[in-house]
């Protein structure tokens, strides 16, 4: 499997949820860092679920194989392609309506190279004693696995006796989303967006506005016409505002990305915050995190507080470099 014998056929099987912003983000990044090493990456949408607003920005910047319309011959089409990858927020959680062979590859011509980058068990491996059995051996056919969460890497290491190369979260691995400027979002202004939102973050939110007498765009689920909201709408307003308040994992990194001041308002309860967590030790940066369990006025003063970006930006570089050279071993014979 050489480059030397023409571009690699790569098979991104990212998405298993097309509303997951972390998701969405994360799979465009791998798409196009496979690109930039100059293979032909191809997200794999294996049950045609990328109908969403979200997903669109999928369809309209990366290309896309549906296992659906070409369900007739679809072994022989994946025996096309030289390596398969995995990975993005979410892909290894377990759910009832997906089987262990979906979430670990196991189709295809059982000789191509499989690889995960950053997949993410949460806060705990929660797969019941017989596919945790046939999780173990189909984990043994990947040529290599990344993590980027250090909960992860505890659980591949103790529970399947993995040891997996830390990572950067993919949403890291690009400096530039393409998106369209949206005009009407003008004027100083805090972004805001709760995945799991209670009366805790609500305060936070609250708390900012109350600090910076700045008006709040509210682009949470339950803010309405959340399903017609764009990834460009998303994109601008992170660019845009003056700070980010929020408990998504995909808005942090994105935050990072962009050099925005942001609080990362989290539970230590909650599943996602790992992902959180984990960039945030990594870039010490974890004084931008409240937690919902204390009181959130202590920490106020994170509003006017600016982030000095120039250690976290070194400490990125050099992660960021060594997960693309972990990349690119992948594609070596």
């Known amino acids: 499997m050489s480059m030397e014998n023409g571009p690699q056929n790569i098979l991104l099987c990212t998405i298993n949820d097309s509303e997951s912003l972390a998701q969405i983000f994360s799979s465009y990044a791998l798409y196009s860092i496979f690109q930039n090493l100059g293979c032909n990456p191809v997200i794999y949408d294996d049950i045609c679920r990328l109908d969403t607003t979200a997903s669109e920005y999928i369809r309209k910047q990366c290309c896309v194989f549906s296992g659906m319309y070409a369900f007739s011959n679809r072994e022989e089409h994946l025996e096309l392609f030289d390596l398969m990858v995995t990975g993005s927020s979410g892909r290894w959680k377990y759910a009832d309506n997906e089987s262990i062979d979906s979430k670990f590859l196991n189709f295809g011509n059982k000789n ?16 019941p004693l ?27 290491g103790m529970e399947f006796g993995i040891n997996a190369e830390k990572v950067c979260h993919p949403i890291l691995l690009t400096d530039r989303y393409p998106h369209s400027d949206i005009k009407e979002i003008e004027g100083l202004f805090i972004f805001t967006l709760f995945e799991s939102p209670d009366s805790q973050k609500q305060k936070a939110a609250e708390m900012a506005e109350e600090s910076l007498r700045y008006r709040v765009i ?13 990834v460009d709408e998303y994109l601008n307003g992170i660019e845009k505002s003056s700070l980010i308040v929020t408990d998504s994992a995909a808005v942090m990194h994105l935050a990072i990305i962009y050099q925005k001041p942001f609080i990362a ?18 870039l010490g940066l974890t004084e931008r995190v409240i937690y919902i369990e204390d009181d959130v006025r202590e ?6 507080k600016p982030i000095r970006y120039e ?17 690119e071993d992948q594609l070596k014979i």
């Open 265 to 282: 308002v989290l539970s230590r309860k909650e599943n996602d915050s790992t992902e959180c967590l984990t960039t945030l030790e990594n």
């Open 130 to 156: 017989g596919p945790k059995n046939a999780a173990f051996f189909l984990l043994e056919r990947f040529h290599g696995i990344s993590v980027a969460d250090n909960n992860t890497l505890s659980i591949l």
């Open 218 to 230: 509210d682009f949470s689920r339950n803010s309405g016409n959340i399903e017609n909201r764009t």
């Open 311 to 327: 250690m976290a930006n070194n400490i990125l570089y050099d992660f960021r470099a060594a997960s693309l050279r972990w990349l």
């Open 112 to 127: 191509v190279k499989r690889t995960a980058y950053a997949p993410s068990f949460g806060k705990e491996c929660n797969l």
């Open 299 to 304: 920490k106020r003063y994170l509003c006017k």
